[in-house]
Every structure is written in C-alpha cells, then in structure tokens.
C-alpha cells in the first residue's frame, strides 16, 4: 500500500513529465501549430516550403547535438546527410531504377526495402560513419577540430563524387520515391526534439556541457571528454543522417555537390542566428532563417507590391544571410535565443535537477552571468 | 631522370601555391588566432578585378588588359583594400571573441564576399587569360615545364626572402612576431595592436593577390568558387605544418603539393581521381600520429 507521500508523488507525476519536458512539448507544439494552420489554409506551394523548412530543422537539432552540447565547432556534418541520403537511395530505389545505372551487390541490386525500417538503416549507416571518423578527430578541440572535421568532408565528397558503380559519380541520382510530407517531416522534427533533450538531460549531456564550459575543469573531475564528444557526435550523425535521408525522399533526387559547403553554411547559419548554446535557439535559428530565405525566394523572382515589382538579383539570399550571420556574431554572439530554452510560466514543481554547469557557477561570480542563460531547469 | 625532373618541379609550383595561400592564412592566425576561410575569397576578388564588372556572360578584360607592372599593382592594392576592409568591418569587433567565434565569422564572410560577386559578374564561368606567353613550354628536350611553373616557383622564393627579412630586420616585423608569441604582453611593451593587425591583414591581402595573378594564369577561368579548393588544402597544410608557425605552414604547403605530385603519380589509374581523398585524410594522419603537426609552437598551448 502506498504512503502518503509515495501518493503524493504518483498525483504530481504527470505535472512533474510536463515540466521536465516542457522545453521539446512547447517546440513541438509550436511546429504543430505552424503546421496546422498551413494546412488549414490549403497552400499547397508554401505547404512544400514548410516541409522543406522542417527537414532542416532535423539537420539543425541534428548539427546541435553536437555543436551546442560539446562547443566544439563542425564544419563535416553534410558528410552524414549525403551518407544517409545515399543509403536511404541503395535500399529504397526500385530495382528497375538501381539495375539502370548502379553496381551494386545483390541484396540491395534485386530488392527495394520498406521506407521506415530503410531511413532508419540509412541513418544508422552515417551514424557509423561518425563513429569511426570520429575517434581520432574527437581527441582534438577548437579549430583543429573544426579543420578536421572540414578535411572528412572533403574526403567523402571527393570519394562520393568518384564512386561511380555506387554514387553515379557527380551526375544526379533520380528515381528516389517521393513519401516525404509535411506530417512525415514534423514527425521527425518531434523525435529529434525530444532525442536531442532527452540527451542533453541526461548524464552523457551534462557530462559533455560541463566540458563545453570549462575543458580543464570538467577533466579533472574525471569527465573522459573525447569519450562524451564521441557520443554526441553519433547521435548528432544520426539524426543528420535522417534529415539526407528525408530530403532525398522530398526531393526525389540526390547529388553530391548538394551536400557541400552550402548547406552547411545554411544549417550552420541557422543553428548560430537562433542560438547554439539551447535546443530552443536552433529551432528558432530554422524558423527564422527559413522566413527569411522565403521571402527572399519571392524577391528574386519578383514581388508585386501594390505598384511596383520588388526584385533583387540572384545572389543577395545568401549575401543577406551571411550579413545577419555576421550581425549576430558581433551583437549577439550567443544568438536570439542567448542559451534560454522556454521558461517554465507555472512556479516550483518538484525536485530541480540543475546543470553542474549552473552549480559550479554559483560559486564562481564572474561566470554567473554564463550559467544564468543557460537556464536550466 | 627527365619524368623525375618534371613531377619534382609539378609539385614545386603546386606547393608554392599552396604555401603562399597557407602563408596569409598563417600570418593573420598568428597574431589574431584567426584562421581565415575568406582568404580563398579575396584570391578570388583578385582573379575579378582583372574583367569588366558586368553579368554578361563573355568576360572584357579591364585591369587584366594593362601593361604588366601596373597590372600587378592594381590588383595587390585592390586585394589588399579588400584584406583591410574585412579586418575593420567584421574581425575587429571580435578582437576579443574566441577562434571559435572568429573561424564561423570568417565562414559567413566567404559566403558574404562570394555572393556579393554573384550579384556583379553573375554565377557562371567566365574566361579570362592575362600572360598566355607563360603557358608556353621551356624549350629543354623531354620535359614539358611551362614558364608559368618557374615564374610561380622564382617568385615563392623571393616572396619568402622578401618576408623572412620583413620579419627578421624591420621594427614592424620583430613587433609582428612578438604579438603573435604574446599578444598582451607585446601591447604591454608598447605594440600598437590595430597596426600590427592591419600590417599583418595587408600582407595576407599581398600574398593573396600573387597566389590571385598565379592561379588565374594557369586555369583561366573565374568562378565565384575558386578559392575554396586552394583555402581547403591550405588549411590541410597549416595543421598538418603546425599551427601558428609560419615556417611550418610553409612547409605544410610544399608537403601538401609534393604530396599531390606524388600520389597522382603513384596511385593506380583507377584510383587517381580519388587523389584528395589522400590528401585531406593528411589531415587525419597526422594528427594522429602528431597533433601539434611538423613543427610546434608553444605559445599556441592552451593555459589553464
């Protein structure tokens, strides 16, 4: 028979979830409600933009898992879309397509394998990938790293480019079925949220987020770092990996050099505008961005504003993006969101599991300021 | 003997080309921390100014129809004006920032200085040939080396001297190496910081605007694109030469050009266009087996 208190507790539970998953449940219900209203309105060009926008969110939470919880800055992570996107195409062209123009091994050459269990397999593929590329580049911190991780990408994108029997070299793969809506994309957006705050919660996270804060700090207190980085580069690798493999489903067509220096200028754009110290800032980073490249979109094709057509050339969409990047860098470093995740509006609700990031600030008053962002719950 | 001779002076050009690119990438992270993605970006700048800015799709030669000399002179000070503007505009406001912040600052600003040429010259191909005379082959029997490779070489060398000099006898080079050695306790002595930056940008502007005149005349053609293969494997020589050493991104760049030369040679037939694979996996290599890279510094170790 339960006591009192156990009673207690049982009736706070719920409330207790709530606040603990306050954060993913408000941005999933944000994106939710986007997506609604949307598809209320039956528009069905700006319900592709949408979709295309959530895809990159994946990749956003994606390339935030790592960049945000380590510190450590990336600029490799394309390599995981191309490696997914690629994969996700061996499983799930039909075979007529594959016999076509690939070389491949029987098993993957005569069948084509269900979408789900295939985006899953792709993404578990450039998941591996990170693993193994990862463990000498974790070793590394700062711009060593960032260089290195620049160098795999070099790498995959030169040997994707020449892999011809696999890849079709640098000629465009078509054929890949197209399934990728916009319900399918928030689905996504929706486990990676929670994947990436389930993470950031737990001890591997926080692990990783004392060692982001303080590197020497965090070592002495017998935090194996490369270890940890290593962990949240797989996952981030992983939920990159989904965002190749659903853009490959939306787009119905891959090649290799869309898996190159633009979109990761984009995703990284993205990621830095909105914020890449909180989950919350890289969502808002995709949601502001996203905008901005749609209006934009609309410039340069010619925007009829009441008596004049708006129109700037081709070019100034990613000219703007760099300038507000630059802005924000210089005013703004820690972005729009400054590290925040949504406040909690409701008061105290059981017990507060702090960041040690926060504790070991409290005693350090020059670092206060840093943790105070953070905003733990 | 004669295929030797020709695949040693292939690598020497390439990794002159390389080294001077690493170089100005060197100059300014040794006294900024800085690593400059938009360097490949004002290599670039330096190839457009040559043409007529114009969308139109045949390129009209503007500076790169001037007799030689002035030619030269225009496009180092168009480069460097360029060189100082993104020190002024964009690096200076983040003096204080960490690499971090200043590497993604330098990213965003490729981007920025690409797209801005996007919007002038528009996005495709543009020929442009300025000294074709210098593709034309040395007149030895057996070997084909055009002139282009020995000017390239020739002036690498005399920039080198011309810098070892810089650095070694004038107040405002010894000033330069002491800021990157300790950059407070240099200011602390007396060494004026906004000079030594912007004298240290200037020089990554000059060396820019060489690698800019050397590169377009051998591949005659301008894309919006084209320094980002020569800044990638720059910065494939700066790690793998050693941070923060200008000796060893010299020497990281020759390694990367030699290596170049000699993997194309030696890799089998079907493999060749798997080349840089080798080369950015250097990188990997030799942080593996050396994390500081060839040569170490030591005031580039993080103080607790």
Not at chain 2, 202 to 223: E, N, P
Request: with cysteine.
């Amino acid at each position: 028979m339960a006591g009192p208190g156990q009673r207690d507790l049982i009736l706070r539970l719920p409330v207790v979830g709530l606040r603990v998953f306050w954060t993913p449940i408000v941005l999933s219900l944000g994106m939710l409600v986007i997506v609604l209203a949307v598809w209320a309105s039956g528009d069905t060009v700006l319900a592709l933009a949408v979709t295309a926008a959530l895809i990159r969110a994946v990749m956003v939470i994606g390339l935030y898992i790592f960049i945000g919880n380590s510190g450590v800055l990336a600029f490799g992570h394309a390599t995981f879309m191309m490696v997914g996107a690629y994969g996700v195409a061996w499983l799930t062209l039909r075979p007529f397509n594959k016999s076509f123009a690939l070389q491949l091994p029987e098993f993957l050459a005569a069948h084509q394998y269900p979408m789900l269990p295939s985006a899953i397999a792709a993404a578990l593929l450039a998941a591996i990938v990170a693993f193994v590329v990862g463990i000498p580049i974790m070793r590394l911190s700062g711009i060593a790293a960032a260089i290195a991780t620049l160098a795999v990408l070099g790498m995959f994108k030169t040997f994707y480019s020449n892999w011809s029997e696999w890849t079709l070299g640098a000629a465009t793969m078509p054929g890949i079925p197209i399934y990728v809506d916009m319900w399918i994309a928030l689905a996504w957006v929706v486990v990676a949220l929670f994947a990436a705050y389930i993470y950031q919660r737990s001890k591997y996270g926080l692990a990783l987020r004392a060692s982001r804060e303080d590197e020497f700090a965090a070592r002495a207190a017998g935090i194996n770092i490369p270890r940890q980085r290593l962990v949240a580069f797989v996952l981030s690798a992983f939920f990159m990996g989904i965002g190749g493999v659903l853009e490959a489903h939306y787009l119905g067509t891959i090649a290799v050099k869309n898996f190159w220096l633009t979109i990761t200028f984009i995703l990284l754009a993205m990621l830095i505008v909105g914020g890449q110290r909180s989950l919350t800032g890289a969502l808002v980073g995709v949601v502001v961005i996203s905008t901005l490249i749609e209006i934009l979109n609309s410039l340069e094709a010619g925007m009829n504003v009441g008596i004049a057509v708006l129109s700037v050339p081709i070019g100034a969409q990613e000219l703007t993006i760099a300038g507000l990047m630059i802005i924000i860098l210089v005013f703004r470093p820690d972005g729009i969101m400054g590290g925040r995740e949504v406040p909690w509006p409701f008061g105290k609700v059981g017990r507060i599991v702090r960041d040690p990031g926060a504790v070991e600030a409290e005693h350090d008053p020059l670092r206060r300021g840093v943790a105070q962002r953070d905003g733990a719950p | 003997m004669t295929g030797l001779v020709q695949n040693a002076i292939d690598a020497l050009a390439l990794g002159s080309l390389y080294a001077l690119t690493a170089l100005g990438i060197g100059l300014i992270f040794g006294v900024m921390r800085l690593i400059n993605f938009a360097h490949g970006d004002l290599i670039m700048i330096g190839g457009y100014a040559l043409i007529v800015p114009s969308s139109a799709a045949a390129a009209v030669a503007f500076i790169g129809a001037w007799p030689a000399p002035a030619m030269v002179a225009a496009i180092v000070f168009i480069v460097m004006l360029f060189a100082l503007a993104c020190e002024r505009l964009a690096f200076r406001p983040l003096r204080r920032a960490n690499p971090s912040v200043l590497l993604i600052t330098s990213f965003a600003l490729s981007f920025f200085l690409e797209h801005l040429v996007v919007m002038i010259y528009g996005g495709r191909v543009k020929a442009v040939s300025i000294w074709p005379e210098l593709l034309e082959v040395l007149p030895i029997s057996g070997v084909r080396i055009p002139y282009l490779q020995i000017v390239t070489i020739g002036v690498t060398i005399g920039l080198l001297v011309l810098l070892v000099l810089f650095l070694k006898r004038t107040p405002m080079g010894i000033q330069m190496r002491a800021a990157s050695e300790d950059f407070s306790t240099a200011r602390l002595l007396g060494v004026r910081a906004n000079r030594v930056i912007a004298v240290a940008f200037a020089i990554s502007g000059l060396l820019a605007a060489v690698v800019s005149l050397l590169y377009v005349s051998q591949v005659g053609a301008l894309t919006y694109s084209m320094g980002i293969p020569l800044v990638l494997f720059a910065f494939v020589a700066t790690v793998v030469g050693g941070m923060g050493s200008l000796t060893g991104a010299v020497l990281g760049g020759f390694v990367v050009g030699i290596a170049s030369v000699v993997l194309q040679v030696a890799l089998p037939v079907a493999m060749r266009p798997d080349r840089d694979v080798f080369v950015y996996g250097l990188i990997l290599l030799i942080l593996l087996m050396r994390p500081s890279g060839l040569v170490k510094v030591k005031s580039i170790e993080e103080k607790v």
